[in-house]
Nanobody, 126 residues
Framework: VQLAESGGGTVQPGGSLRLSCAAS????????MSWVRQGPAKGPEWVSA????????YYADSVKGRFTISRDNAKNTLYLQMNSLKPEDTALYYC????????????????????WGQGTQVTVSS
């Protein structure tokens, strides 16, 4: 299993970036995928997830309305379009393959992962 993120960089507040994650070594279309980030001196924070077909997407409240997750199963690639970026979005962004999903209280989804990429740095600064 290999996951390789790209597309990070430095952008001013209000700017946009598009992250990509190229997957190989497994049947990409069979797995739900997530983006997870880790900011400076912070723990990992789940950002977004997408189901196998791409028809269902999920977002953390902190990015809802600004970020869009998508996937191209023909290209084995996961994307994260990030708009209206804020300084608090500064983090190392990882794509991760979901191994387990637990639905809590009927609506909240908790994820476990079995593979991670190396991460791509996003810095939002003026």
């Amino acid at each position: 299993v290999q996951l390789a993120e790209s597309g990070g960089g430095t952008v001013q507040p209000g700017g946009s970036l598009r992250l990509s994650c190229a997957a190989s070594g497994f049947t990409f279309s069979s797995y739900e995928m997530s983006w997870v980030r880790q900011g400076p001196a912070k723990g990992p924070e789940w950002v977004s997830a997408i189901n196998t077909g791409g028809g269902s997407t999920y977002y953390a409240d902190s990015v809802k309305g600004r970020f869009t997750i998508s996937r191209d199963n023909a290209k084995n690639t996961l994307y994260l379009q990030m708009n209206s970026l804020k300084p608090e979005d500064t983090a190392l962004y990882y794509c991760a393959r979901v191994s387990t999903i637990t639905v809590v209280a009927g609506t909240s989804r908790q994820y476990e992962y079995d593979s991670w990429g190396q991460g791509t740095q996003v810095t939002v600064s003026s």
